[in-house]
């Protein structure tokens, strides 16, 4: 659009800020640059990470503690305890392996993530944990259906039954850990909105876990006040994190969760399987409050990712995460 | 080293990998010309792809920053203040102004983020102390991208060469291995790049900012953060003014040390999910 008017808003536009932005003529440099740090170029990386992280993080979470709510419910539930199991295997052994392969820039040489061990690495500690996971939770699994299906009668069924006991306790002890490491994972980045948030994401992406594993198990039909009981506690302790969010705030370093639309990506997740989730647990629209978890959780993860590509691009949040 | 021309260090043949010794980079803007000759040098003899190509419209530099398709990078910083004691314009109230180039390249971190980050063990610490990436073990996870605390490693996306995978400079690790100098510090006309032991350079640095400040250059610094977690780089630069005009965090950290909180508030978690679960089943059976 060419017209006189155009060209005196220009003249405006010029005389009023003394540059002119526009279309590859991104002058920030002329004369003076006017953006923070080199041109605004950002000082970390963003992440590269696409939308099958989140999502794993949210199948990883329900897969881990489902485990150990298989664990918790086989001595009196046992119809619940396979339930779990299958919820554990199917999320934390199919797919969240599957989504993490996908998203490899090499999905071919995904092997190589079990090359060394290194315990300062979270990502390698994470694949180590999510192997072992998968290790114990798929032989527990097989070993609760044979015992439930009473498929070897006597003694092997006995052994199976002791076997089971041994492979959902491991799948508990590392699900604890598939669930609540992911926020280890990316607490302890170069990216600000992330580090300055290290002690809340581990018990964010944790117990949102074990909330939406309550929740999937009270959705396929296990209405019972145990699984209630985890629905608000789970719910309560979101409900404190967003609090403690929004308060503890960190200025310009962490103002991609405060003042831009990512941050309102996790503040409509934390309200859903927060607050929401709670009243309505409260007025017993159960499955309502499992819905409302499960999406929250899910909401909440995505928005971690999204806040960390736009932390990741400020240059500002890092010079001021240096204060902390 | 400075002023040596074909003597210098730069040109030398050395033995450097076959004797361990540590060696570094330092990157000086007082006598950079801003040719982009590193940058070429490094693009052409790493055979490193074409990425595209933008105007940016900032100053000279259509480059923007390192990344995996970019592993020098010469960035064109302008400042509204004075270069040294240079006179400044032809007549009074002129506004102060100078155009300083410095060559960006990876830090060679002492205690290196993404080499610490990376689960695959593909980054490596060499002979000579500079981090490698071997492209072969490489998978693509992209953890390192977000550990690096410069910005410097990234994963080359679709549909360029060996795509998927991170990449950054290599500090010419072939080329060292053979006695050759990096390619960047080979062409450098005004020898702004200069390649060498760690511990002559260092001393040469130090002898470089002193000069420089006591020729009028008030702001003359070296970039080396060894107060930090980082511990020191193996790739420092000399600054004329503050870090964050160059793109650099000042107090750079390596995230590693964020570890130890994060750790204790997962495992936290997970006692406290096993507790809350088990007494949901005790008490509501």
Same mark, same amino acid.
């Given at each position: 659009?060419?017209?006189?008017?155009?060209?005196?808003?220009?003249?405006?536009?010029?005389?009023?800020?003394?540059?002119?932005?526009?279309?590859?003529?991104?002058?920030?440099?002329?004369?003076?640059?006017?953006?923070?740090?080199?041109?605004?170029?950002?000082?970390?990386?963003?992440?590269?990470?696409?939308?099958?992280?989140? /999502?794993?993080?949210? @199948? $990883?979470?329900?897969?881990?503690? +489902? !485990?150990?709510?298989? =664990?918790?419910?086989?001595? #009196?539930?046992?119809?619940?305890?396979?339930?779990?199991?299958?919820?554990?295997?199917?999320?934390?052994?199919?797919?969240?392996?599957?989504?993490?392969?996908?998203?490899?820039?090499?999905?071919?040489?995904?092997?190589?993530?079990?090359?060394?061990?290194?315990?300062?690495?979270?990502?390698?500690?994470?694949?180590?944990?999510?192997?072992?996971?998968?290790?114990?939770?798929?032989?527990?699994?097989?070993?609760?259906?044979?015992?439930?299906?009473?498929?070897?009668?006597?003694?092997?069924?006995?052994?199976?039954?002791?076997?089971?006991?041994?492979?959902?306790?491991?799948?508990?002890?590392?699900?604890?850990?598939?669930?609540?490491?992911?926020?280890?994972?990316?607490?302890?980045?170069?990216?600000?909105?992330?580090?300055?948030?290290?002690?809340? /994401?581990?018990?964010? @992406? $944790?117990?949102?876990?074990?909330? +939406? !594993?309550?929740?999937? =198990?009270?959705?396929?039909? #296990?209405?019972?006040?145990?699984?209630?009981?985890?629905?608000?506690?789970?719910?309560?302790?979101?409900?404190?994190?967003?609090?403690?969010?929004?308060?503890?705030?960190?200025?310009?370093?962490?103002?991609?969760?405060?003042?831009?639309?990512?941050?309102?990506?996790?503040?409509?997740?934390?309200?859903?399987?927060?607050?929401?989730?709670?009243?309505?647990?409260?007025?017993?629209?159960?499955?309502?409050?499992?819905?409302?978890?499960?999406?929250?959780?899910?909401?909440?993860?995505?928005?971690?990712?999204?806040?960390?590509?736009?932390?990741?691009?400020?240059?500002?949040?890092?010079?001021?995460?240096?204060?902390? | 080293?400075?002023?040596?021309?074909?003597?210098?260090?730069?040109?030398?043949?050395?033995?450097?990998?076959?004797?361990?010794?540590?060696?570094?980079?330092?990157?000086?803007?007082?006598?950079?010309?801003?040719?982009?000759?590193?940058?070429?040098?490094?693009?052409?003899?790493?055979?490193?792809?074409?990425?595209?190509?933008?105007?940016?419209?900032?100053?000279?530099?259509?480059?923007?920053?390192?990344?995996?398709?970019?592993?020098?990078?010469?960035?064109?910083?302008?400042?509204?203040?004075?270069?040294?004691?240079?006179?400044?314009?032809?007549?009074?109230?002129?506004?102060?102004?100078?155009?300083?180039?410095?060559?960006?390249?990876?830090?060679?971190?002492?205690?290196?983020?993404?080499?610490?980050?990376?689960?695959?063990?593909?980054?490596?610490?060499?002979?000579?102390?500079?981090?490698?990436?071997?492209?072969?073990?490489?998978?693509?996870?992209?953890?390192?991208?977000?550990?690096?605390?410069?910005?410097?490693?990234?994963?080359?996306?679709?549909?360029?060469?060996?795509?998927?995978?991170?990449?950054?400079?290599?500090?010419?690790?072939?080329?060292?291995?053979?006695?050759?100098?990096?390619?960047?510090?080979?062409?450098?006309?005004?020898?702004?790049?200069?390649?060498?032991?760690?511990?002559?350079?260092?001393?040469?640095?130090?002898?470089?900012?002193?000069?420089?400040?006591?020729?009028?250059?008030?702001?003359?610094?070296?970039?080396?953060?060894?107060?930090?977690?980082?511990?020191?780089?193996?790739?420092?630069?000399?600054?004329?003014?503050?870090?964050?005009?160059?793109?650099?965090?000042?107090?750079?950290?390596?995230?590693?040390?964020?570890?130890?909180?994060?750790?204790?508030?997962?495992?936290?978690?997970?006692?406290?999910?096993?507790?809350?679960?088990?007494?949901?089943?005790?008490?509501?059976?």
């Amino acid at each position: 659009m060419s017209t006189e008017q155009r060209l005196d808003q220009l003249r405006d536009e010029a005389y009023g800020k003394g540059v002119v932005a526009g279309r590859g003529v991104d002058v920030a440099g002329g004369p003076i640059p006017r953006k923070p740090g080199y041109y605004g170029e950002p000082v970390v990386r963003p992440p590269v990470w696409t939308w099958e992280v989140p /999502l794993y993080f949210f @199948f $990883g979470g329900i897969a881990g503690m +489902s !485990a150990v709510i298989a =664990l918790a419910s086989g001595f #009196h539930h046992v119809d619940l305890a396979r339930t779990a199991m299958w919820v554990a295997v199917i999320a934390g052994a199919v797919i969240s392996p599957i989504l993490l392969i996908m998203d490899l820039g090499r999905p071919h040489l995904f092997l190589n993530m079990l090359r060394v061990f290194k315990h300062r690495s979270a990502m390698s500690m994470g694949a180590w944990i999510l192997s072992a996971f998968g290790a114990f939770a798929v032989p527990g699994l097989i070993a609760l259906e044979l015992h439930a299906r009473q498929i070897f009668p006597g003694t092997p069924d006995q052994l199976l039954r002791i076997a089971a006991g041994i492979f959902t306790f491991g799948a508990a002890i590392f699900g604890t850990l598939l669930a609540t490491y992911t926020g280890v994972l990316i607490g302890a980045t170069a990216i600000p909105a992330w580090f300055l948030h290290r002690t809340l /994401l581990p018990i964010h @992406f $944790g117990t949102a876990g074990l909330g +939406s !594993a309550a929740a999937i =198990l009270e959705l396929v039909g #296990h209405r019972i006040a145990a699984l209630n009981f985890l629905g608000y506690y789970a719910a309560a302790v979101e409900t404190a994190l967003l609090v403690w969010l929004n308060v503890n705030k960190h200025g310009a370093a962490d103002r991609a969760i405060h003042q831009h639309g990512t941050g309102w990506i996790i503040r409509i997740g934390e309200i859903l399987n927060g607050p929401l989730a709670l009243v309505l647990r409260f007025f017993g629209f159960i499955p309502w409050a499992a819905i409302s978890f499960l999406a929250g959780s899910l909401v909440s993860r995505v928005g971690w990712i999204a806040v960390g590509k736009v932390s990741g691009s400020d240059p500002e949040s890092v010079f001021a995460a240096e204060r902390y | 080293m400075i002023g040596e021309g074909i003597q210098s260090t730069n040109q030398r043949r050395h033995s450097y990998v076959q004797d361990r010794v540590e060696v570094g980079f330092f990157t000086d803007p007082s006598v950079c010309i801003g040719c982009k000759a590193c940058e070429v040098a490094c693009k052409e003899w790493n055979e490193v792809p074409d990425d595209g190509f933008t105007w940016s419209g900032n100053s000279y530099d259509n480059t923007g920053h390192l990344g995996a398709s970019t592993w020098r990078h010469v960035m064109f910083v302008e400042q509204d203040r004075q270069k040294g004691n240079q006179i400044v314009g032809s007549t009074n109230g002129e506004d102060p102004f100078r155009w300083v180039f410095l060559s960006d390249v990876c830090k060679h971190c002492e205690e290196a983020g993404c080499l610490e980050a990376c689960p695959t063990g593909s980054i490596v610490r060499t002979e000579v102390g500079s981090v490698l990436v071997q492209h072969d073990v490489c998978n693509g996870c992209g953890y390192c991208v977000v550990s690096c605390p410069f910005g410097v490693i990234d994963r080359r996306p679709s549909p360029l060469p060996d795509h998927g995978g991170a990449f950054k400079c290599t500090f010419c690790y072939d080329r060292q291995k053979s006695g050759l100098v990096p390619a960047c510090a080979k062409v450098c006309p005004t020898e702004s790049i200069v390649f060498g032991r760690l511990d002559d350079l260092r001393a040469h640095a130090h002898e470089r900012v002193q000069h420089l400040k006591e020729n009028g250059y008030a702001d003359a610094r070296l970039y080396d953060p060894t107060e930090t977690s980082v511990r020191g780089i193996h790739a420092f630069f000399l600054l004329l003014g503050e870090p964050e005009a160059y793109g650099l965090p000042p107090k750079p950290q390596v995230p590693t040390i964020y570890l130890k909180t994060a750790w204790i508030s997962a495992f936290a978690t997970a006692i406290a999910s096993i507790i809350a679960t088990l007494a949901a089943f005790a008490f509501f059976s």
